[in-house]
C-alpha cells in the first residue's frame, strides 16, 4: 500500500488509496474471480480452469454470463438472492457444488 500511498497519480487514482480505491483485489469466492477475469481481462469462461468445471458440471456457459453480473436467483433455502452472496467465502468444491445446486433451482 506505501508505494501507492505516495505515487497514487501514477497508477490512475484520483486520491490516495482507501478501502474500496487501491492497488489490491481478492476476489470473494471462485466463482466472483470467474466472473471477473471475464470481465477485466476478456479471458473466456472455457478457457479458466473453473469455467470449465462449471460447464462440465453441467451448468451451461449461458448461465455463467448471466450470473456474472450477480443477479438475484432462488436459494436453496427457499427465497432469492445475490449469486456472489451466495457463494461467499466458498473455496472451489464448495463453491462448485453450490452452483450446480442453483443451477438445478434454475431448470
Known amino acids: 500500500m506505501v ?3 505516495h505515487r497514487y497519480e501514477e497508477f490512475g487514482l484520483t486520491g490516495k488509496p482507501n478501502k474500496g480505491d487501491n492497488g489490491v483485489h481478492a476476489s470473494a469466492s471462485p466463482f466472483e ?3 471477473e477475469k471475464n470481465n ?3 479471458k473466456e469462461i472455457e478457457q479458466d480452469s473453473f469455467g470449465k ?4 458440471a453441467g451448468v451451461s456457459k449461458e448461465t455463467i454470463v448471466e450470473w456474472s453480473v450477480d443477479p438475484r436467483v432462488e436459494l436453496p433455502e427457499g427465497g432469492k438472492g445475490s449469486v456472489f452472496d451466495a457463494l461467499e467465502d466458498m473455496d472451489v468444491d464448495d463453491c462448485l457444488a453450490k452452483l450446480v445446486e442453483l443451477n438445478k433451482l434454475k431448470a
Open 33 to 35: 474471480g470467474l466472473a
Open 40 to 42: 477485466w481481462l476478456n
Open 53 to 56: 468445471a462449471l460447464i462440465d
Open 3 to 5: 508505494l501507492f500511498d
